[in-house]
């Protein structure tokens, strides 16, 4: 017994110098990270410009044509709907990792990542060597024959999905998958009447513009069977962080617009072109409960949160659901052009009932590039890399907030982050020309961000994952010098 008793003397004396171990670590941290802060600001403060973080790689000589023959071509021969961000657009000719490189061969730190798409970093070696593998093979054989790339790539999709969702259709875009996804609810059941999420983007087709909750996607055409319910904003939304009196409406829309039975409900756990708006906690569980009771399906658009960027494999996760379908595209194929939907066994027998075919979903050189994203992401430990790197940042960005007035909220999860700038933090007014002037003067010092939300006075931060602690340093010390500039 004693013996006992001096053991566990002894264990409670080692666990207790081992916790003060660590907070003294933790401590020192702290202070690290103080110091250098203040190190920085005093750089800013005598007007020192930051410095981007060293990068072994040289681009090749570039020898196409100039920005103005690009231009040129661009007005003649392109869609006047294309526009491009910039006073003076930058002309990219080359990409590694989370670098740029443009006609000069000058670099610029990735903040973007191709709109939330280039997950793994830009010409990853084990995703081109998956690319270029299967090219030299067979590029399209049809999905009529047999081929390996898409099985593999849907038994290996499946087995990083929660539930039953173990079964995948391949599309080439976001906004096929999330047409198709709506269809299979309608489908199954026998329902027309779907629910969507005001300030929510889907795509531009017909149905997917239906379903998005902005003006500014919507073409005056027929969009039909879809009701819009109130945005669970925490900054913006009458309701604050409240997610079940945002569900409410969902109910209501239920009772009141529809026959008590709908197909379905979409949404995104992280409205991406909307602003890096996050679901308010609570609100997911309780409008999927409330769409289920009304017979209807959940479908999750992870078309820009998935694939490991928030941190988890999947946006919805952190709201602890699990929905009916999922959607996804960008991350997917890092680049190359693959959206999917994925769903339950009995949902996908919806489409046996007619002929669906997609020519090209699921061909073996995108399917091969799907199955090497998801051999990276695990092999990178960008889940990982994405809640460390993106908390680090976000807690950088938070203190810029108390640091100009200007910087009405700053959120996000893991590597998908909005920074939206008001003129007014009471009435929260849109600061557009600020938003515009400030992304237009990192570009200068070599920072690449987007702009999104309703408004457009949100920067998007959404870059590769493979981003480092130095390079969300050298991100946010270049907003921090020029918004101490406005």
Request: charged share 20%; net charge positive; with cysteine.
């Amino acid at each position: 017994m004693q013996r006992f008793v001096a053991r566990s003397g002894l264990l409670e004396g080692g666990r207790r110098r081992a916790q003060s171990l660590l907070r003294s670590q933790q401590q020192q941290q702290k202070q690290t990270r103080y110091f250098a802060q203040a190190a920085r600001e005093k750089e800013i403060a005598n007007d020192v410009l930051p410095k981007m973080p060293p990068f072994d790689y040289s681009p090749a000589p570039y020898t196409g044509p100039s920005v103005d023959e690009i231009l040129a071509k661009r007005r003649q021969f392109l869609s006047p709907s294309m526009f491009y961000l910039y006073k003076k657009p930058v002309n990219i000719v080359e990409g590694r990792m989370q670098y740029l490189f443009d006609e000069g061969g000058r670099r610029y730190l990735d903040g973007f990542g191709g709109i939330a798409t280039v997950n793994c970093g830009h010409c990853h070696p084990d995703v081109v060597d998956a690319i270029v593998s299967q090219v030299k093979r067979i590029q399209h054989p049809t999905i009529l024959y047999l081929n390996h790339a898409v099985a593999d790539f849907a038994e290996a999709l499946a087995s990083k999905m929660p539930g039953n969702l173990k079964v995948a259709f391949f599309t080439n875009s976001g906004t096929e998958a999330n047409e198709l996804a709506m269809m299979m609810a309608r489908l199954y059941t026998g329902c027309q009447d779907m629910i969507s999420v005001r300030n929510s983007y889907h795509g531009n087709a017909a149905g997917t513009m239906g379903a998005t909750g902005q003006r500014s996607w919507k073409f005056s055409v027929v969009q039909s069977g879809i009701h819009h319910v109130l945005n669970p904003d925490p900054y913006r939304g009458p309701f604050g962080s409240d997610g079940e009196k945002y569900a409410k409406d969902v109910q209501d829309i239920v009772d009141f617009a529809t026959t008590g039975h709908v197909a379905g409900f979409i949404s995104e756990a992280i409205q991406g072109v909307g602003g890096i708006v996050e679901a308010a906690p609570g609100y997911l569980p309780a409008v999927y409960k409330n769409v289920r009771k009304a017979g209807g399906l959940c479908i999750a658009d992870e078309v820009q949160s998935g694939f490991a960027r928030t941190g988890n494999m999947w946006g919805f996760e952190a709201h602890g659901v699990v929905p009916d379908i999922v959607t996804m595209a960008k991350g997917i194929g890092n680049g190359m052009p693959l959206g999917a939907v994925v769903t339950t066994p009995e949902i996908a027998e919806v489409l046996t009932r007619r002929s669906y075919f997609n020519t090209f979903g699921g061909n073996p050189v995108s399917t091969a590039a799907g199955l090497a994203v998801l051999k990276v992401i695990d092999k990178d430990n960008l889940r990982e890399n994405a809640s460390t790197v993106g908390a680090y940042m976000k807690d950088r960005l938070t203190a810029l907030k108390e640091k100009y007035e200007i910087i009405g909220d700053v959120r996000g999860r893991g590597l998908m982050i909005g920074v939206e700038l008001v003129s007014d933090r009471q009435k929260k007014t849109p600061a557009n020309a600020e938003t515009l002037h400030v992304l237009d003067q990192m570009k200068e010092m070599g920072v690449l961000i987007g702009k999104g939300g309703f408004y457009g006075n949100v920067f998007r931060i959404t870059p590769p994952l493979c981003f480092t602690k130095e390079d969300a340093d050298f991100l946010v010390d270049v907003m921090d010098y020029n918004m101490s500039k406005l």
